[in-house]
């Protein structure tokens, strides 16, 4: 008989009869049976996920509210920036330069290499001419690439919009070329005679080329908006007309070597001495270490850094470090640093064995927005502040209906109407255009954060009516019992009775509409800044970052910054209402079968 009782109900273990006659609390019986709903589970799991993101993430990952960075503007996600090609280490590296997001290599057998976010704006740098013979070396400026080949001939492919790419009849007939150098819509050749010539955008840069110094340069550095060079004799010059720092900070020394940042010129003496002019102050570029470990040999320069190789093989650097690019890991000082190869965030150091270990930018998770800025940051930051507005409205909104609620629905009468009346009136207001006309009027003469203030305020004063309709119909259903009667006999007054006798029995439901109601004060609070009226930029949150999808060209081309915010938005308002969901059928049993 037994054996046949185990066939028939699928040979599950034998239980005791008495089991189910055993007692459980409500408590334990609603958190069993929200245990047993899995897809309210899940939906626990991933907010407590997104809830610890956004809370420690904002500690490793703060943002820096006043950044912004022309040369990284939406770059799409990835992290392959550094990553070079194992067929250029295996063939040996000559050269490599660094460009906006890319940068360019050529191996020994004259072979040219791209890696990185090779799109930029107007241009594909990846799109290397089919004809291009054996190159010698290469210069990647902001979104383009001059070569030269080892027939001694120019070449170049990217963007040509300014005539950075367009060389004369001069240029491309030299015999013998010492030196290239391509910046921001900029390009310069210098010739083995000490000839320089400038092509590209020579309003923006100052570079001239009939300059009382042509025959005597033996080097040539770009800024972002200057070219300067150094004479035979180790002096510094200055290649423009126009009065800028470089030129009226020229330092009295001789130098062996400059080396260039965006706004900044360094030069490095036969002793080791470092010396830098322009704007030095602007990102720390100025900041040169006390001492090093050996003395400098050789100086290159960032976007806003310098890196310098020693006598004794290490590397030292210094400037800007948002993306660690001016610190140097231990493992890359072992001694055997041959050449170093820096621009932009990106630095390469090539091995006496050939190997090359890289520090610095090597790309963004999520992309970057339209001022320059980490997608990933931005997200970790807006999640902080869209689910820190939505708590606070929602524990206003619930202080309030519960008060108002409970008195309400204990007292009834004159007192009842007159609250109602005043609920039904807050409900009949249009929401967000009230709080878009409200936020315009007053919110214009606030700050950034009091403006924040004001829309937790706000939102909490306009969504408190539903909870206390709920508060106010339970206290309502449990005033007459016998236990309400008992307190009113010992002479409990009115208030405590409501608020340490009635609101406890009914804290389940306040529970599940609380619940439901972050949800929507985060969404309520999205839907303000994306349309423009709640939190504004520079401060993140996941609305205002969304804002940027009203445009056609971002949704188009620039999808990660509309996307990555929609689907951790999206995520924690289903999963915070999947939770709601699960406690209402945990609480109140009944609920699934209406």
Do not use: C
Not at 162 to 186: C, K, T, V, Y
Request: charged share 15%; net charge negative; hydrophobic share 45%.
């Amino acid at each position: 008989m037994k054996m046949l009782f185990q066939n028939l109900f699928g040979k599950r273990d034998e239980i005791d009869i008495y089991k189910e006659e055993q007692i459980q609390s409500p408590t334990r019986t609603i958190i069993r049976t929200f245990a047993s709903n899995k897809l309210s589970m899940a939906a626990l799991f991933s907010f407590i996920i997104m809830l610890l993101i956004v809370s420690i993430g904002p500690m490793v990952y703060p943002v820096d509210l006043a950044f912004s960075e022309q040369s990284q503007q939406n770059i799409r996600p990835g992290m392959d920036m550094m990553a070079i090609p194992d067929a250029l280490i295996q063939n040996g590296i000559r050269d490599i330069s660094v460009g906006r997001t890319f940068s360019v290599g050529v191996d020994n057998n004259g072979e040219v290499y791209i890696w990185g976010k090779t799109v930029v704006p107007g241009t594909n740098v990846s799109e290397i001419p089919e004809d291009l013979p054996p190159i010698a070396r290469v210069a990647a400026g902001y979104d383009h690439v001059v070569a030269v080949g080892e027939d001694g001939k120019l070449y170049g492919w990217g963007n040509n919009r300014q005539r950075q790419l367009r060389f004369s009849r001069e240029a491309q007939d030299l015999e013998e070329i010492q030196q290239i150098a391509a910046g921001f819509q900029s390009t310069a050749v210098l010739d083995n005679e000490g000839h320089v010539y400038f092509f590209g955008n020579t309003n923006l840069t100052e570079m001239y080329d009939y300059n009382e110094y042509q025959g005597q340069l033996k080097d040539v550095v770009l800024t972002n908006n200057a070219a300067l060079g150094l004479l035979d004799d180790g002096t510094p010059v200055y290649l423009g007309t126009k009065p800028l720092p470089y030129s009226t900070r020229l330092p009295n020394e001789k130098f062996i070597k400059l080396a260039a940042t965006n706004k900044t010129v360094a030069g490095l003496t036969a002793d080791g001495r470092i010396v830098v002019w322009g704007s030095p102050n602007y990102k720390g570029e100025a900041q040169i270490p006390d001492e090093f470990e050996a003395q400098p040999v050789d100086i290159v320069g960032g976007q806003y850094h310098y890196v310098v190789k020693l006598a004794n093989g290490n590397l030292a650097a210094w400037g800007d470090n948002t993306y660690r690019q001016a610190t140097v890991p231990g493992s890359v000082n072992d001694g055997n640093n041959e050449q170093i190869f820096s621009g932009y965030y990106q630095n390469y150091a090539l091995k006496a064995d050939g190997t090359v270990d890289t520090f610095g930018l090597k790309g963004y998770m999520l992309g970057s927005d339209g001022m320059g800025r980490d997608m990933w940051q931005r997200i970790l930051n807006g999640g902080r502040w869209t689910m820190t507005i939505g708590a606070l409205a929602v524990l206003i909104a619930t202080v309030i209906g519960i008060v108002i609620g409970g008195v309400s629905g204990y007292f009834g009468g004159a007192i009842d109407i007159f609250l109602q009346r005043i609920s039904e009136i807050i409900s009949s207001l249009p929401f967000l255009p009230f709080v878009i006309i409200l936020n315009v009027i007053i919110g214009n003469e606030l700050g950034p954060t009091q403006r924040i203030y004001l829309i937790m305020v706000v939102l909490g004063l306009l969504s408190w009516t539903g909870l206390q309709r709920l508060v106010r119909a339970q206290v309502f259903s449990v005033r007459e019992q016998e236990y309400i009667t008992a307190a009113r006999s010992m002479g409990i007054k009115e208030f405590a009775i409501i608020f340490r006798h009635i609101i406890p029995n009914v804290i389940s439901v306040i529970i599940v509409s609380t619940t439901l109601s972050f949800a929507s004060s985060m969404l309520t609070e999205s839907s303000l800044s994306f349309l423009g009226f709640g939190v504004r930029q520079p401060i993140p949150t996941w609305g205002n970052m969304l804002f940027g999808a009203n445009n056609s060209v971002i949704i188009q081309q620039f999808w990660w910054q509309w996307v990555f915010p929609a689907i951790a938005l999206s995520l924690t308002v289903i999963s915070v209402n999947l939770i709601g969901d699960g406690l209402r059928d945990a609480i109140d049993p009944k609920s699934q079968e209406r």
